[in-house]
């Protein structure tokens, strides 16, 4: 990277293209672990938006001239890493697993759209 708005921004890009892709693999794996149908419904909306972003990134992507690429996110990884070993060391109950999805769910949530901000702000100064 050479510190430069523009590098800056390919490297965001990158970093949630990578969040993406793992979220869309995610997503329809927490949808078949909750208990709860409107949640499972959630996730599962929540699933195809997601793989619509992976689109839009690759269209992003083409429009700037570089190839996709994913630099691992390091956040999005440890929020899914989170979730899991709290259901693997915990073994929650339905009622407690459903809630602990939800939980996660809006932290990727959260992540997604500072990624997004901060990428719109980027864009205005590469």
């Known amino acids: 990277m050479t510190g430069s708005a523009r590098a800056l921004f390919e490297n965001e890009l990158k970093d949630t293209y990578d969040a993406e892709i793992r979220l869309v693999d995610s997503l ?47 956040g999005v990884k440890g929020l899914i890493k989170e979730f899991d070993t ?22 990727t949530e959260h992540y997604e759209i500072c990624s997004y901000t901060s990428l719109i702000n980027l864009a205005y100064r590469a």
């Open 28 to 74: 329809k794996e927490m949808a078949g672990r909750v208990n709860d149908a409107d949640l499972r419904r959630g996730f599962e909306r929540h699933h195809d938006q997601t793989k619509r972003q992976v689109e839009r990134l690759e269209k992003v992507f083409r429009t700037i001239g570089v190839d996709p690429e994913r630099e691992e996110c390091e």
């Open 86 to 107: 709290f259901v693997k060391e915990e073994q929650p109950t339905d009622d407690v697993l459903d809630v602990s999805a939800s939980a996660a769910g809006l932290k």
